[in-house]
Protein backbone atom coordinates (compact mmCIF):
# COMPACT_ATOMS: atom_id res chain seq x y z
CA UNK A 1 0.00 0.00 0.00
CA UNK A 2 1.21 3.47 -1.03
CA UNK A 3 2.08 5.97 1.83
CA UNK A 4 0.08 9.17 2.56
CA UNK A 5 2.17 11.87 2.36
CA UNK A 6 5.39 12.89 0.52
CA UNK A 7 7.59 10.15 -0.20
CA UNK A 8 11.35 10.77 -1.76
CA UNK A 9 13.09 8.14 -3.34
CA UNK A 10 16.57 8.61 -4.01
CA UNK A 11 16.17 12.34 -5.21
CA UNK A 12 19.68 14.14 -6.10
CA UNK A 13 19.69 17.68 -7.20
CA UNK A 14 22.33 19.34 -8.93
CA UNK A 15 22.94 22.95 -9.56
CA UNK A 16 25.75 25.35 -10.89
CA UNK A 17 27.87 21.91 -11.72
CA UNK A 18 27.38 21.16 -7.87
CA UNK A 19 25.29 18.29 -5.75
CA UNK A 20 22.66 20.46 -3.94
CA UNK A 21 20.46 17.21 -2.70
CA UNK A 22 22.22 13.44 -2.57
CA UNK A 23 20.36 10.38 -2.69
CA UNK A 24 17.48 11.70 -0.50
CA UNK A 25 15.14 8.95 1.05
CA UNK A 26 12.33 10.21 3.40
CA UNK A 27 8.75 9.86 4.02
CA UNK A 28 6.82 12.84 4.82
CA UNK A 29 3.77 11.72 6.48
CA UNK A 30 0.08 13.15 5.74
CA UNK A 31 -1.48 15.16 8.48
CA UNK A 32 1.16 16.21 10.51
CA UNK A 33 4.18 18.64 10.66
CA UNK A 34 7.11 17.60 9.56
CA UNK A 35 10.53 20.16 10.28
CA UNK A 36 13.18 20.12 8.01
CA UNK A 37 15.82 21.78 9.90
CA UNK A 38 19.63 21.46 9.08
CA UNK A 39 22.99 23.98 9.12
CA UNK A 40 22.90 27.01 6.70
CA UNK A 41 23.74 26.16 2.80
CA UNK A 42 22.45 22.09 3.44
CA UNK A 43 19.72 22.42 1.03
CA UNK A 44 16.17 22.82 2.69
CA UNK A 45 14.94 25.44 0.93
CA UNK A 46 15.57 23.47 -2.63
CA UNK A 47 13.88 20.37 -1.09
CA UNK A 48 10.66 22.31 -0.23
CA UNK A 49 10.88 23.49 -3.97
CA UNK A 50 11.02 20.17 -4.92
CA UNK A 51 7.75 19.66 -3.36
CA UNK A 52 5.58 21.34 -5.33
CA UNK A 53 7.66 21.24 -8.50
CA UNK A 54 8.85 24.64 -8.44
CA UNK A 55 11.98 22.65 -9.01
CA UNK A 56 12.65 18.68 -10.87
CA UNK A 57 14.70 16.47 -9.34
CA UNK A 58 17.77 15.85 -11.54
CA UNK A 59 17.06 12.12 -10.03
CA UNK A 60 15.37 10.14 -8.23
CA UNK A 61 11.27 10.57 -7.73
CA UNK A 62 9.04 11.89 -5.44
CA UNK A 63 5.74 10.99 -5.13
CA UNK A 64 2.29 12.67 -3.02
CA UNK A 65 0.15 9.88 -1.82
CA UNK A 66 1.56 7.42 -4.23
CA UNK A 67 1.48 9.36 -7.31
CA UNK A 68 4.60 10.90 -8.44
CA UNK A 69 4.63 14.10 -8.89
CA UNK A 70 6.17 14.61 -12.53
CA UNK A 71 2.26 13.44 -13.16
CA UNK A 72 0.50 16.32 -11.68
CA UNK A 73 0.26 19.58 -13.23
CA UNK A 74 2.26 21.85 -11.68
CA UNK A 75 -0.84 24.85 -11.48
CA UNK A 76 -2.95 22.35 -9.66
CA UNK A 77 -0.63 21.31 -7.40
CA UNK A 78 0.94 24.30 -6.26
CA UNK A 79 -3.17 25.37 -5.10
CA UNK A 80 -2.98 22.17 -3.06
CA UNK A 81 0.55 21.96 -2.13
CA UNK A 82 1.17 26.14 -1.10
CA UNK A 83 4.56 27.41 -0.96
CA UNK A 84 5.43 30.17 2.14
CA UNK A 85 8.86 31.69 0.75
CA UNK A 86 11.68 32.93 3.40
CA UNK A 87 11.41 36.35 1.21
CA UNK A 88 7.28 36.76 -0.23
CA UNK A 89 7.64 38.59 -3.38
CA UNK A 90 4.45 40.66 -3.93
CA UNK A 91 2.63 40.63 -7.05
CA UNK A 92 0.09 43.57 -6.77
CA UNK A 93 0.01 46.89 -4.99
CA UNK A 94 -2.64 46.31 -2.45
CA UNK A 95 -3.16 43.71 0.62
CA UNK A 96 -6.07 42.65 -1.01
CA UNK A 97 -5.13 42.18 -4.36
CA UNK A 98 -2.25 39.71 -2.92
CA UNK A 99 -4.86 37.76 -1.06
CA UNK A 100 -7.04 37.39 -4.53
CA UNK A 101 -3.82 35.99 -5.65
CA UNK A 102 -4.33 32.98 -4.17
CA UNK A 103 -8.32 32.87 -4.65
CA UNK A 104 -9.56 35.78 -7.15
CA UNK A 105 -13.01 34.73 -5.74
CA UNK A 106 -12.14 35.54 -1.67
CA UNK A 107 -14.93 37.82 -0.18
CA UNK A 108 -14.27 40.66 2.14
CA UNK A 109 -15.49 39.15 4.84
CA UNK A 110 -12.58 35.88 4.58
CA UNK A 111 -10.09 38.14 3.84
CA UNK A 112 -10.43 40.36 6.46
CA UNK A 113 -10.61 36.64 8.58
CA UNK A 114 -7.18 35.47 7.27
CA UNK A 115 -5.75 38.83 8.37
CA UNK A 116 -6.67 38.41 11.59
CA UNK A 117 -5.49 34.87 11.80
CA UNK A 118 -2.10 35.99 10.94
CA UNK A 119 -2.32 38.97 13.74
CA UNK A 120 -2.67 41.78 10.91
CA UNK A 121 -6.08 42.42 11.45
CA UNK A 122 -8.87 43.62 8.88
CA UNK A 123 -7.96 46.82 8.65
CA UNK A 124 -5.01 46.10 6.63
CA UNK A 125 -7.58 44.89 3.72
CA UNK A 126 -7.61 48.60 2.67
CA UNK A 127 -3.96 49.01 2.33
CA UNK A 128 -1.37 49.38 0.11
CA UNK A 129 1.47 46.75 0.16
CA UNK A 130 3.17 49.63 0.03
CA UNK A 131 5.51 50.50 2.94
CA UNK A 132 4.84 47.20 4.64
CA UNK A 133 7.65 46.42 7.67
CA UNK A 134 9.38 42.87 6.28
CA UNK A 135 7.20 41.26 9.17
CA UNK A 136 3.61 42.13 8.07
CA UNK A 137 5.35 41.27 3.95
CA UNK A 138 6.00 37.82 5.43
CA UNK A 139 2.78 37.34 7.51
CA UNK A 140 0.70 38.55 4.48
CA UNK A 141 2.49 35.88 2.57
CA UNK A 142 0.95 33.43 4.95
CA UNK A 143 -2.21 34.64 4.49
CA UNK A 144 -2.09 34.57 0.43
CA UNK A 145 -0.88 30.77 0.82
CA UNK A 146 -4.22 29.83 3.46
CA UNK A 147 -6.39 32.03 0.53
CA UNK A 148 -6.20 29.10 -1.66
CA UNK A 149 -7.24 26.25 1.10
CA UNK A 150 -4.75 24.31 0.44
CA UNK A 151 -4.11 20.71 2.21
CA UNK A 152 -0.22 21.03 2.32
CA UNK A 153 1.90 24.33 3.64
CA UNK A 154 5.31 24.61 2.74
CA UNK A 155 6.70 27.00 5.12
CA UNK A 156 10.42 28.11 4.49
CA UNK A 157 11.47 30.12 7.68
CA UNK A 158 7.55 31.55 8.35
CA UNK A 159 8.56 33.80 11.39
CA UNK A 160 12.62 34.62 10.74
CA UNK A 161 10.85 38.27 10.93
CA UNK A 162 8.61 38.41 13.26
CA UNK A 163 9.00 38.85 17.27
CA UNK A 164 7.89 36.74 20.00
CA UNK A 165 4.16 37.51 20.09
CA UNK A 166 3.54 37.39 16.26
CA UNK A 167 5.68 34.38 15.73
CA UNK A 168 3.35 32.41 18.53
CA UNK A 169 0.50 33.14 16.95
CA UNK A 170 1.48 31.75 13.60
CA UNK A 171 2.89 28.60 15.71
CA UNK A 172 -0.97 28.74 16.77
CA UNK A 173 -2.35 28.91 13.52
CA UNK A 174 0.10 25.98 11.93
CA UNK A 175 -0.98 23.56 14.91
CA UNK A 176 -4.45 24.26 13.72
CA UNK A 177 -3.49 23.74 10.73
CA UNK A 178 -2.52 20.52 11.60
CA UNK A 179 -5.25 19.41 14.59
CA UNK A 180 -7.66 20.26 11.36
CA UNK A 181 -5.99 17.20 9.16
CA UNK A 182 -3.90 19.62 6.53
CA UNK A 183 0.38 18.23 6.36
CA UNK A 184 2.88 20.90 7.16
CA UNK A 185 6.69 20.92 5.86
CA UNK A 186 8.17 23.66 8.13
CA UNK A 187 12.06 24.69 7.47
CA UNK A 188 13.27 25.98 10.79
CA UNK A 189 16.39 26.57 12.58
CA UNK A 190 14.44 27.20 15.93
CA UNK A 191 14.31 23.92 17.76
CA UNK A 192 11.09 25.90 19.52
CA UNK A 193 9.54 24.58 16.76
CA UNK A 194 10.16 21.42 16.26
CA UNK A 195 9.12 20.93 19.97
CA UNK A 196 5.88 23.08 19.52
CA UNK A 197 4.50 22.33 16.40
CA UNK A 198 6.36 18.88 14.44
CA UNK A 199 5.65 14.79 15.05
CA UNK A 200 8.49 14.42 12.64
CA UNK A 201 12.26 15.87 11.67
CA UNK A 202 14.13 15.56 8.80
CA UNK A 203 18.08 16.65 9.06
CA UNK A 204 20.32 18.08 6.10
CA UNK A 205 23.87 18.39 6.58
CA UNK A 206 25.69 19.14 2.85
CA UNK A 207 22.76 18.24 0.66
CA UNK A 208 22.43 15.11 2.44
CA UNK A 209 19.95 13.43 5.37
CA UNK A 210 21.73 12.36 8.05
CA UNK A 211 18.98 11.93 10.52
CA UNK A 212 15.36 11.29 10.33
CA UNK A 213 12.45 10.87 13.06
CA UNK A 214 10.49 12.24 16.37
CA UNK A 215 12.52 15.90 16.36
CA UNK A 216 12.67 14.67 20.66
CA UNK A 217 15.34 12.00 19.73
CA UNK A 218 17.13 13.82 17.33
CA UNK A 219 21.27 14.40 17.93
CA UNK A 220 21.24 17.17 15.78
CA UNK A 221 18.24 19.09 18.08
CA UNK A 222 19.71 18.13 21.08
CA UNK A 223 23.01 19.92 20.65
CA UNK A 224 23.27 23.29 22.55
N1 LIG B 1 20.22 28.14 -8.47
C1 LIG B 1 21.33 27.81 -7.81
N2 LIG B 1 22.56 27.92 -8.39
C2 LIG B 1 23.68 27.59 -7.72
N3 LIG B 1 23.69 27.14 -6.45
C3 LIG B 1 22.50 27.01 -5.83
C4 LIG B 1 21.25 27.33 -6.46
N4 LIG B 1 20.25 27.10 -5.59
C5 LIG B 1 20.82 26.64 -4.45
N5 LIG B 1 22.17 26.61 -4.61
C6 LIG B 1 23.14 26.18 -3.60
O1 LIG B 1 22.63 25.03 -2.99
C7 LIG B 1 22.96 25.00 -1.60
C8 LIG B 1 21.70 24.81 -0.78
O2 LIG B 1 20.90 25.99 -0.83
P1 LIG B 1 19.54 26.11 -0.02
O3 LIG B 1 19.05 27.51 -0.17
O4 LIG B 1 18.66 25.02 -0.41
O5 LIG B 1 20.07 25.86 1.47
P2 LIG B 1 19.35 26.10 2.87
O6 LIG B 1 19.65 24.91 3.70
O7 LIG B 1 17.92 26.44 2.67
O8 LIG B 1 20.15 27.35 3.43
P3 LIG B 1 19.71 28.54 4.46
O9 LIG B 1 19.43 27.88 5.78
O10 LIG B 1 20.93 29.41 4.49
O11 LIG B 1 18.52 29.25 3.86
C9 LIG B 1 23.70 26.29 -1.31
O12 LIG B 1 25.09 26.05 -1.34
C10 LIG B 1 23.28 27.19 -2.46
O13 LIG B 1 24.27 28.13 -2.74
Not at 126 to 138: D, P
Amino acid sequence: MSQAGFVLEGVGLRRGGAPVLTDISAHLPRGCCTLVTGPSGAGKSSLLRLLNRLAEPDTGRILLDGRPLSGHDPLLLRRRVALVAQHTALLTDSVAGELAVGRPALDAVCAADLLERVGLGACFLSRSTEGLSGGQVQRLGLARALATGPEVLLLDEPTSALDDTATGLVDDLLAAFVTDGGTAVLVSHRTAHARRLAGHALVLEAGRLTEAGDPARLRYLAAP
